[in-house]
T-cell receptor
Framework: GAGVSQTPSNKVTEKGKYVELRCDPISGHTALYWYRQSLGQGPEFLIY????????DSGLPNDRFFAVRPEGSVSTLKIQRTERGDSAVYLC??????????????FGAGSRLTVL | SQQGEEDPQALSIQEGENATMNCSYKTSINNLQWYRQNSGRGLVHLILIRSNEREKHSGRLRVTLDTSKKSSSLLITASRAADTASYFC??????????FGAGTTVTVRA
């Protein structure tokens, strides 16, 4: 597509529920990133995919968080047993090659997650 | 953890004035980027400056980089209402991971 598409744009859920957030990157972008942005803060790195594999998942806060990219395009961030502290905007970004430092990230509009 | 820190946290200026914000970081970098985020939207890339560059221009934007002081500045000249947004600097932790600061919120008054 023309840009990075994220769905849903807003998700309200109850504590303890399971949530899936979807990201559709720019066509042809091999690198895909998930970041989390809390209110008043900058984005924090969660996970990086190069193709189908998660090359770095060191930013995932705990084992309730998991992400997949089975065909090297669309990615899904999965959160189990949600907690109120998971409330944030989850941003997806993609880039043409693996080098974020030498390449520009194109971000989606984000998925705002609210856990009641 | 976030490496970059922007200063000031918030800035309010009159349309037509210049806006300057600063970013300080802790460790050596290869590149530094600036992004803009309008309320409720994703981040949009503005400009990238490499560690061997000292100044870069893009339209009404001017970015400087001082690697000896580990700092960068973003200047927006002749500001417009549409420049109202949050501005973030991002440094490369490695060749794929960016570390963002907490951002500077700029309000341009008509």
């Amino acid at each position: 597509g023309a840009g990075v598409s994220q769905t849903p744009s807003n998700k309200v859920t109850e504590k303890g529920k399971y949530v899936e957030l979807r990201c559709d990157p720019i066509s042809g972008h091999t690198a895909l990133y998930w970041y989390r942005q809390s209110l008043g803060q900058g984005p924090e790195f969660l996970i990086y995919f190069q193709g189908t594999g998660a090359a770095d998942d060191s930013g995932l806060p705990n084992d309730r968080f998991f992400a997949v990219r089975p065909e090297g395009s669309v990615s899904t961030l999965k959160i189990q047993r949600t907690e109120r502290g998971d409330s944030a905007v989850y941003l997806c970004a993609s880039s043409l090659t693996r080098g974020a430092g030498a390449n520009v990230l194109t971000f989606g509009a984000g998925s705002r997650l609210t856990v009641l | 953890s976030q490496q970059g820190e922007e200063d000031p946290q918030a800035l309010s200026i009159q349309e037509g004035e210049n806006a300057t914000m600063n970013c300080s970081y802790k460790t050596s970098i290869n590149n530094l980027q600036w992004y803009r985020q309008n309320s409720g939207r994703g981040l949009v890339h503005l400009i990238l400056i490499r560690s061997n560059e000292r100044e870069k221009h893009s339209g009404r934007l001017r970015v400087t980089l001082d690697t000896s002081k580990k700092s960068s500045s973003l200047l927006i000249t002749a500001s417009r209402a549409a420049d109202t947004a949050s501005y973030f600097c991002a440094t490369d932790v490695n060749d794929y991971k960016l570390s963002f600061g907490a951002g500077t919120t700029v309000t341009v008054r008509a």
